[in-house]
């Protein structure tokens, strides 16, 4: 009987040394082509590959590397997607419709700097701009991000800001939410609005 338990914990060691082999072997496989990806340029899919890296084991050596590449690259992508949105953006009525608004507001427009987006209305009565909200910059965290650079906004709302290349137009869309669960996504019907960039 001790033999056969011997044998038996022997073959369980063996089983679960092998699994351990193989899933490290299949983490660098994933580390080299996250690095490969990264080299091409594409620095959304290789945090996403990153990412993977990391889950896969966490307390390895090359998770650590992995997750501090992670949190490198997303600290770029998000530095270099401000820098593109900073600026003062009038919204473009695309319905056309001001002129009929019973509430007398004759625009909106929002300035971007490096730590808010600053929201402003003009009422045709007015002479100024007057603020009507201020959106501390915060990134969503939601793992299954398009971009890693979704902004979070005070009351849970997740917007993209992206700029079309050809028009110069910024496109601020409604993605979803962060509720207690996690996050939703709005996949159709999303409210988007455009702005063009103010000299």
Same mark, same amino acid.
């Given at each position: 009987?001790? =033999? ?12 679960i ?10 983490? =660098? @496989?994933?580390?080299? +082509? ?6 091409? &340029?594409?620095?959304?899919?290789a945090?996403? @590959? ?18 501090? /590449? ?8 998000? %530095? ?6 900073? #600026?003062?953006? /009038?919204?473009?009525?695309?319905? #056309?419709?001001?002129a009929?608004?019973?509430? #007398?507001? $004759? $625009? ?7 730590? @808010? ?18 959106? /501390?910059?915060?990134? +969503?965290? %939601? ?5 890693? *650079? ?14 079309d290349?050809?028009? &110069?137009?910024? =496109?601020?869309?409604?993605? $979803?939410?962060? *509720?207690?669960? &996690? ?5 159709? $019907? ?10």
């Amino acid at each position: 009987m001790k =033999k056969y338990l011997s044998n038996l914990l022997l073959f369980m060691s063996i089983q679960i040394w092998s699994q351990d082999a193989i899933r490290n072997q299949y983490q =660098k @496989e994933n580390f080299e +082509s996250a690095k490969n990806t990264l080299k091409n &340029g594409n620095y959304t899919v290789a945090i996403r @590959e990153l990412l993977l890296v990391y889950d896969m084991n966490t307390k390895s050596e090359i998770a650590q590397i992995a997750i501090k /590449k992670v949190d490198s690259l997303k600290s770029t992508i998000r %530095n270099n997607k401000i820098n593109r949105l900073l #600026g003062s953006w /009038k919204w473009i009525s695309k319905d #056309g419709n001001w002129a009929i608004r019973e509430d #007398g507001l $004759g $625009g909106k427009m929002i300035t971007i700097n490096t730590d @808010e987006i600053l929201f402003f209305e003009l009422y045709r009565n007015s002479k100024k701009w007057e603020l009507v909200k201020r959106e /501390k910059i915060k990134f +969503s965290e %939601n793992p299954e991000s398009y971009s890693f *650079t979704e902004f979070l906004y005070s009351n849970k709302e997740i917007w993209d800001y992206s700029i079309d290349e050809n028009s &110069g137009e910024l =496109k601020a869309y409604y993605i $979803g939410e962060k *509720t207690e669960e &996690g996050f939703s996504e709005l996949v159709c $019907g999303n409210p988007v609005f455009y702005y063009f960039k103010l000299q």
